[in-house]
């Protein structure tokens, strides 16, 4: 796994992982001992992966499996942004890496790809002295679970056109950093939101918390 240009220039770090419990975790704990980012957390393979609500998230080999420690923001209370976007540069990144396919965002957490399951989102907030996030990323690349109570597919369906989990990656790394840029920038927020709504799923639609994922 390497990180893409943009990032590497703006001082992003990264780790690199060949199995743990789950990224998210790794994560908290260097936290707890003083990390304050901006740092990415990759790995291989989680054995305790987990998505929202702390919902069990499998974990194959070949699939992405990263999160990024970031304190660069001015208040707490603007932290729940950061899940939008992340949801953009996902979007930014998945097109770049696989072509202008049919890929949606479904709020809160979840990528889409014809309306299965593509990945999702984990935004953790820490309480200390700053401000500080840990944003949790999970895409099926190679692989996607098949006993789910819903749809789910992989970025390997598009056969050889289909992006690597290092290719895709190190183009996620710089969509990211480009789109707290324009967060933290201008209009912030609201430019965020239009990007995310353009990729929105279900808008207009009645969700029920059975469609909670």
Partial sequence: MQLGPVARAQGVRLLTLGEVDSTNEEARRLVETGERGPLWIVATRQTKGRGRLGREWVSPVGNLYASYVFGD????????????????AAMRALRACAGDQNFQLKWPNDMLFEGAKLGGILLEGIASAAPLAIIGVGINVADAPSDLPYPARALASFGAAAP?????????TDSLCEALDLWRGGDGFSTVREEWLRSASGLGERISRGDDR
Avoid: I, Y
Wanted: net charge negative.
């Fill in 164 to 172: 690597s989990a290092d290719s895709l990656f190190a183009v996620f």
């Fill in 73 to 88: 923001f001015d208040e707490p209370r603007l932290a729940p942004q950061l899940g939008f976007v992340t949801g953009v």
